[in-house]
């Protein structure tokens, strides 16, 4: 459990290949805004077999559906598989900690995207599936996952605002989001509204809208601390009438149980998200410590001075802890066995060391690694969201401390 096997080594060695060939020479471009991450995405998708591995399951989903099985969600391969090449979390941990060694950014551009297709193909019909899901993951078209509002962020269920009015055989969107990975040039978007009225009215639903649509603008790409090569955006509904197939669920389907395509796609955010962290801590970790021994002042390697070693012994151990999360984590995915407060765990843990180890090593490498001639100062900020997105460390903690208090 604790090692990889044949086939994630050899995943790991292929996308770390891939990520040196194809990724690392684009950083630059990508950091300052010249060149956009998405025909990297598709290149990344279709080279290293993702797409391959995601179309299958959403493609037989879609054919059960067809053949009259309910539209209901799909307990297992839909909302486990995730970006998680054909239904192995562990692969897909592999496969986001080595992109994200390099660039959390295009880490986060992935998971956007296959987590909108995700929740498309969790909850969805089949001509969702087909019109929408399966064209995500070929990697033709982007897609977004809109949660987040203006006035609803750690509250995203409770404050929503944004409303979808049942009109003839489709609804009205009209409402704000903000803060969305992909949102300025995604070509689908799962938005979350309020039912405004009829069956269903009140609880939260997915809704799939497409860009070109009449109502649905998107905002040009926010500046932000770090995540350069990861566009974020706002969007904005004014009467987007979307048909009713593109309704993700049902309506009539009690709140906690119909929302279970969001919340496992919020739980896919927490659970990848360790192993993004864990790329960061990695590389920072292996940086740190070929610096600090071939660094020498005082006539000594830097890795001699006992500020610097036990710098470097407690980095080594929050990249073991994170890993030996991430492996938790993947094991607990693939037996059914994931809860809100393992996913929280490993997320509130890892994207706390990977602040912290970041820093850590921009401190060891003195004023070389405050420059960006360096990865590290990418890394460190990049780190920071983290703790902020796919819930912060704060809610992280509330769910921790609610799953181990309702126990007794
Ligand atoms: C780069 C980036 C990409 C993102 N991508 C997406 C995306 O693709 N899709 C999407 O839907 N969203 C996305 N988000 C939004 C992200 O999920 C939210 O920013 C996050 O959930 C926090 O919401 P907020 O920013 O409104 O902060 P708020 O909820 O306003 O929180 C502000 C502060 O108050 C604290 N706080 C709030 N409630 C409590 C409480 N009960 N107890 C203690 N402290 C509390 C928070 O922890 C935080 O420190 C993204 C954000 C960023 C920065």
Same mark, same amino acid.
């Given at each position: 459990m604790f090692e990889l096997d044949e086939t994630q080594q050899l995943m790991q060695d292929a996308v770390r290949a891939w990520c040196e060939r194809e990724l690392v020479p684009a950083v630059p471009a990508l950091e300052t805004g010249k060149q956009l991450p998405y025909e990297l995405l598709r290149a990344l998708m279709t080279d290293l077999g993702l797409a391959e591995a995601l179309v299958g399951p959403a493609e037989r989903r879609a054919i059960k559906l067809e053949g009259?099985? /309910?539209? /209901? +969600?799909?307990? !297992?391969e839909s909302s486990d598989?995730? +970006? !998680?090449?054909?239904?192995d979390p562990m692969l897909a941990s592999v496969l986001l900690k080595e992109i994200c060694r390099v660039s959390p950014g295009l880490g986060m551009v992935l998971i956007a995207s296959v987590g909108c297709g995700t929740a498309i193909q969790a909850a969805g019909g089949a001509k969702a599936i087909r019109d929408y899901a399966i064209p995500i993951f070929r990697a033709e078209k982007i897609g977004a996952w809109a949660l987040t509002e203006p006035g609803a962020g750690s509250d995203a269920f409770g404050s929503m605002r944004t409303a979808a009015k049942p009109d003839g055989d489709g609804f009205v969107l009209n409402g704000q989001k903000t803060f969305?990975? @992909?949102?300025?040039?995604?070509?689908?978007f799962a938005i979350y509204a309020r039912?405004?009225?009829?069956?269903?009215?009140g609880a939260v639903r997915a809704f799939v809208a497409e860009r070109?649509?009449?109502?649905l603008e998107t905002g040009p790409p926010m500046r932000k601390?770090?995540?350069?090569?990861s566009p974020t955006g706002e969007i904005f509904l004014n009467d987007c009438r979307v048909p009713a /197939? @593109?309704?993700?669920?049902?309506? /009539?389907?009690k709140r906690a149980a119909d929302s279970s395509s969001t919340l496992d796609t919020l739980n896919l955010e927490r659970t990848v998200m360790p192993a993004m962290c864990l790329g960061i801590i990695e590389r920072c970790v292996e940086e740190s410590v070929r610096y600090a021994v071939e660094r020498e002042q005082f006539g000594r390697p830097?890795?001699?001075?006992q500020g610097i070693a036990f710098k470097l012994a407690r980095m080594e151990l929050a990249l073991e802890n994170a890993r030996n999360l991430v492996f938790k984590l993947a094991w607990a995915q693939q037996r059914g066995k994931l809860d809100a407060r393992l996913a929280s765990l490993a997320k509130l843990y890892c994207a706390e060391q990977a602040v912290a180890v970041s820093l850590d090593a921009i401190q060891i490498h003195g004023g070389a690694g405050y420059?960006?001639?360096? +990865?590290l100062e990418k890394l460190m900020r990049d780190a920071k969201v983290f703790e902020i997105g796919g819930g912060t460390n704060e809610i992280q903690l509330q769910t921790i401390a609610r799953a181990i208090t309702s126990r007794r």
């Open positions: 009259g099985v /309910e539209n /209901e +969600p799909d307990s !297992g598989s995730g +970006p !998680g090449l054909g239904g969305i990975s @992909n949102a300025p040039y995604a070509d689908i039912v405004a009225s009829g069956d269903g009215a070109g649509m009449s109502g601390m770090g995540l350069h090569d /197939e @593109n309704l993700i669920g049902r309506l /009539e389907a830097i890795a001699d001075f420059t960006a001639d360096l +990865p």
